[in-house]
């Protein structure tokens, strides 16, 4: 479904989907609607629920975070934190407008982006992760890499660790993946964001605090012609 127009859209529908909710963004209003997501969650419920919400809202375009593997735009992989039904729904024909699938790190990196190199890691639910260097946008899929001791970037700093260790240790976890990750991808600055980002009492060096609203300016920057984005 493609636009008319080659002008950017005035109006945006960001939603940003979560293992632990699906977030919406919509223009012109000041507040984010939460919606519950969960393991059984699937596109159509979400669709449901969202329908209420989106009566009488105005919009042009959509864009949507997913928490999985999104290639060219399409979700080739259900996520392991919500249900299956993913790969292959058609979000277009689902709302009517133009959509923009991009992995959900990738549009928080996109919003938290200040040019240069910068590595985005997202502590959430999972272990989300991207990289934008001199303005060309590179969604990763780090966190089911092995790290050490036979497990997981994302066994050692998503939230299942979180709860088993403590956030003491699993603050020195986090720190001890940036340096790893830093040295061998070179980035410029880190930026860390998620829902679990807050619970850092201290940040590791050349790293900032992202802020979970940036997903929305992300989903907003996927269709200026002028941002950095992968092609879609």
């Not at 596109?43 to 969202?50: A, F, Q």
């Not at 880190?190 to 807050?198: D, E, K, L, P, Q």
Request: glycine share 14%; aromatic share 8%.
């Amino acid at each position: 479904m493609g636009r008319s127009s080659t002008r950017p859209p005035r109006s945006v529908l960001v939603i940003d989907v979560g293992g632990t909710h699906v977030k919406v963004h919509l223009p012109g209003r000041p507040t984010v609607l939460r919606i519950p997501s969960g393991p059984t969650m699937d596109p159509e419920k979400m669709l449901r629920k969202l329908q209420k919400r989106l009566r009488g809202a105005k919009y042009e375009v959509v864009s949507l975070g997913y928490p999985g593997l999104v290639v060219h735009g399409k979700v080739v992989r259900d996520p392991p934190n919500l249900g299956k039904g993913w790969v292959g729904f058609d979000f277009e024909k689902a709302f009517g407008r133009p959509t923009r699938i991009l992995n959900d790190a990738a549009m928080q990196a996109l919003g938290s982006y200040r040019g240069g190199r910068m590595l985005f890691l997202g502590l959430g639910t999972g272990f989300g992760s991207a990289m934008i260097v001199d303005g060309k946008l590179e969604p990763m899929e780090l966190a089911h890499l092995p790290y050490k001791k036979g497990k997981t970037y994302e066994e050692y700093v998503g939230e299942a660790a979180l709860k088993k260790l403590g956030r003491k240790k699993w603050q020195k976890e986090v720190f001890d993946v940036v340096k790893t990750l830093s040295a061998a991808l070179e980035p410029e600055y880190v930026v860390i964001g998620g829902g679990n980002a807050r619970k850092l009492k201290a940040l590791p060096p050349a790293t900032r605090l992202g802020d979970n609203r940036n997903a929305f300016a992300g989903g907003v920057r996927l269709w200026d012609a002028g941002s950095a984005r992968p092609a879609v």
